[in-house]
């Protein structure tokens, strides 16, 4: 892939927005970028925690199994996010999945570069401990709806975020990708895909959605959050 290339998918990610040209260039060297196919893992449970990684494009989803051999599905990254970044806590081993949920793009940098980098320029580490926080009270928030809210309100509000996270507003409906299915939307919401598939159904025969398997449409986000107050 051309440098040109690298440097501009490096300035596009979120964690480095404070760094200059300069010490962008010393990141260029330090990262590796790759295409991924869709639906591959990116690395498993008990793998050495050597990489630290950055989603240019495409998808990844965050899972564990648990001791009932069910898929918890711990968070859905978009472009612009970092993971595997536990491992500059002396994680040694990984302790989540890490998959493809479409084509994606991805720099890997390893942990020791990575750790020089956040010693050498303070305004990153700030920038990773804010990143950190911000997925903190993402998983809170999951856990809260978890918690609080009945399974519509759940899938509801599931749906909301993923308008907000990874939507684009076309004609005055919001577009995405559909990257999910049933089934991981069920995971992602602790109920069944049955479940999940007879409230989108009713979202959809309701005008408020519409989607198949290569898209998936928000026709009246302002409704679909009133539903949910």
Same mark, same amino acid.
């Given at each position: 892939? *051309?440098? &040109?290339?690298?440097?501009?998918?490096?300035?596009?990610?979120?964690? @480095?927005?404070?760094?200059?040209? +300069?010490?962008?260039?010393? %990141?260029?060297?330090? /990262?590796? $970028?790759?295409?991924?196919?869709?639906?591959?893992?990116?690395?498993? *449970?008990?793998? *050495?925690?050597?990489?630290?990684?950055?989603?240019?494009?495409?998808? %990844?989803?965050?899972?564990? $199994?648990?001791?009932?051999?069910?898929?918890?599905?711990?968070?859905?990254?978009?472009?612009?996010?970092?993971?595997?970044?536990? +491992?500059? /806590?002396?994680?040694?081993?990984?302790?989540?999945?890490?998959?493809?949920?479409?084509?994606?793009?991805?720099?890997?940098?390893?942990?020791?570069?990575?750790?020089?980098?956040?010693?050498?320029?303070?305004?990153?580490?700030?920038?990773? /401990? &804010?990143?950190?926080?911000?997925?903190?009270?993402?998983?809170?928030?999951?856990?809260?709806?978890?918690? @609080?809210?009945?399974?519509?309100?759940? %899938?509801?509000?599931?749906?909301?975020?993923?308008?907000?996270? @990874?939507?684009?507003?076309?004609?005055?409906?919001?577009?995405?990708?559909?990257?999910?299915?049933?089934?991981?939307?069920?995971?992602?919401?602790?109920?069944?895909?049955?479940?999940?598939?007879?409230?989108?159904?009713?979202? &959809? +025969?309701?005008?408020? $959605?519409?989607?198949?398997?290569?898209? @998936?449409?928000?026709?009246?986000?302002?409704?679909?959050?009133?539903?949910?107050?």
């Amino acid at each position: 892939m *051309p440098e &040109k290339s690298k440097f501009w998918y490096l300035r596009n990610i979120n964690l @480095f927005e404070v760094m200059d040209d +300069s010490q962008l260039k010393a %990141v260029e060297k330090m /990262t590796n $970028i790759n295409r991924i196919e869709k639906h591959h893992p990116i690395y498993f *449970p008990a793998q *050495p925690s050597k990489n630290i990684f950055f989603l240019k494009e495409g998808h %990844v989803k965050l899972s564990h $199994i648990n001791e009932d051999g069910h898929e918890i599905i711990l968070d859905i990254l978009g472009p612009g996010e970092i993971f595997g970044e536990l +491992s500059i /806590t002396d994680e040694e081993e990984r302790k989540e999945t890490a998959q493809t949920l479409d084509e994606v793009l991805i720099c890997t940098i390893s942990k020791n570069d990575f750790e020089k980098l956040v010693l050498d320029y303070p305004p990153l580490n700030l920038q990773l /401990t &804010k990143w950190m926080g911000l997925r903190l009270r993402r998983i809170e928030e999951k856990l809260s709806d978890l918690a @609080f809210k009945d399974v519509k309100n759940r %899938v509801i509000d599931f749906l909301i975020r993923y308008a907000e996270d @990874f939507g684009k507003i076309k004609h005055g409906s919001v577009h995405i990708s559909s990257f999910l299915s049933h089934q991981e939307i069920a995971y992602l919401t602790a109920t069944s895909r049955q479940t999940v598939t007879t409230i989108l159904n009713e979202l &959809k +025969s309701r005008g408020l $959605i519409d989607f198949t398997r290569k898209s @998936f449409v928000i026709s009246n986000l302002e409704q679909l959050q009133q539903l949910n107050r």
